[in-house]
């Protein structure tokens, strides 16, 4: 019988991550998956009606998202992602038209400065502001080290946001999946540093040239060929443990399952269950945090409608219009309370009166196919009262470790974060098997 040196329950991006640098370094690595396929939340499939690959939703990436791109080289998958290198965004906002932001080939961070304040939407007082955001935006993450529990809207209204808003209120939506309202300033501060840090030919965004499933294609031999093995319809129930140590896993329907070494990559509140209160100290109520919902629709046309690959819409429902090429436009609705339980044809037909009055291309095109898609469990809220209960990688049993864009990643639950955790979970792993 094989002799596994790690066990990682759990094969979305986080248990692929860990899995996969675990087994470049030289482990055998055995990876149990409920379902029939890796990706978790964020998978693509075959429409069997038209032959065409689709998402579960519309996940764009960023072009400074380091460890997914260091996942993806170790995988031979990059070409699998369409980069814009250099930050290009078209905006369209209701009652005003148009505008875009553009970042010049300039050094960090003033190629963020130039690209906002250079934007005519913004009033002089804005422009002003913008070119002192990145010592705002310091002070801000240096508060929130200190605890500091404020909202995103609370933040802007205490800096003076003014117009600025009208492009900062929207990257706080889509990046925290939640409303300025309730989304934490201080998670905002860490997406915003990001993007000040980033150069200026890594500053742009990426789609998936075909489907998300591609980016993780060849895992199941990646880690195979180095004495591993990927098991899917495999439930893992509960961690088992001895004197304070991983003894092993319980399987649905199967024989215990002995392990010294387990990184448990699965959502917090499945977390919650299969682990014993007491790992979690005083963070066991991550297990009870709920979702933020993702509603996006992709609308297939007889011809091209958008101006640009990535457009911002202001005023509307419909907060972002994307080019997935092929006349296929997908469109995304973050934090998607009051959609999650709407009719999917009253979506699609807001969504397509929107595309209309923002697009003048989508008045005359004739639509081929629509169809809408809910993801009700799309991501761990992004409050400022959640962000202090997100566990580390660390627990307090010898072996066991977490990953998951629900841990304390220093960023929002995103693909980056879930791949950040994996492999912080992972270089742990193996630091602990080598000194054990």
Request: proline share 6%; glycine share 10%.
């Amino acid at each position: 019988m094989t002799r596994f040196d790690a066990v990682v329950v759990g094969a979305g991006f986080a248990g692929v991550a860990a899995a996969t640098a675990l087994a470049e370094r030289g482990a055998r690595v055995l990876v149990l998956e409920t379902r029939q396929r890796p990706g978790g939340r964020a998978y693509s499939w075959t429409d069997p009606r038209t032959g065409e690959i689709q998402d579960n939703g519309q996940h764009v990436l960023a072009a400074f998202y380091d460890e997914t791109f260091h996942l993806l080289e170790r995988l031979g998958t990059k070409d699998a992602l369409e980069v814009d290198p250099t930050f290009r965004l078209r905006i369209w906002e209701r009652g005003r038209g148009s505008f875009e932001i553009r970042c010049p080939d300039l050094p960090a961070p003033l190629h963020w400065i130039a690209a906002i304040g250079g934007s005519g939407r913004l009033s002089v007082s804005s422009r002003l502001l913008a070119m002192d955001l990145p010592r705002r935006v310091r002070a801000l993450a240096a508060r929130n080290g200190d605890g500091s529990r404020i909202t995103v809207d609370a933040w802007l209204r205490e800096i003076g946001g003014g117009d600025l808003r009208a492009l900062l209120d929207p990257l706080a939506l889509a990046s925290l999946n939640e409303s300025p309202a309730e989304g934490s300033a201080g998670l905002f501060a860490s997406v915003l540093e990001r993007l000040f840090q980033a150069p200026a030919r890594r500053s742009g965004l990426a789609l998936p040239r075909r489907g998300l499933g591609d980016l993780l294609q060849g895992f199941e031999e990646f880690v195979g060929s180095r004495g591993g093995e990927v098991r899917y319809r495999a439930t893992a129930l509960g961690v088992r443990l001895e004197s304070g140590a991983v003894a092993g896993l319980s399987l649905l329907g199967g024989e215990p399952l002995h392990a010294r070494c387990v990184i448990l990559a699965v959502p917090h509140e499945r977390a919650g269950w299969m682990l014993p209160r007491e790992l979690f100290g005083d963070r066991y109520e991550i297990a009870q945090v709920p979702w933020s919902p993702i509603v996006s629709t992709v609308h297939t046309f007889d011809r091209p409608i958008l101006e640009s690959r990535f457009v911002g819409m202001l005023g509307t429902k419909t907060q972002w219009a994307f080019d997935r090429g092929a006349n296929q436009v997908g469109t995304v609705r973050s934090a998607a309370f009051e959609d999650q339980d709407r009719p999917g044809e009253a979506i699609l037909e807001e969504t397509t009166r929107e595309l209309a009055e923002a697009f003048p291309e989508a008045r005359i095109a004739r639509i081929l196919r629509a169809r809408v898609y809910k993801e009700r469990r799309a991501t761990i809220r992004s409050t400022p009262e959640v962000q202090p209960l997100r566990p580390p990688a660390t627990t307090p049993a010898r072996g066991l470790f977490l990953a998951g864009d629900w841990t304390d990643t220093g960023l929002p639950p995103t693909i980056e974060g879930a791949v950040r955790s994996g492999h912080r979970a992972a270089e742990l792993a193996w630091n602990s098997a080598a000194t054990s």
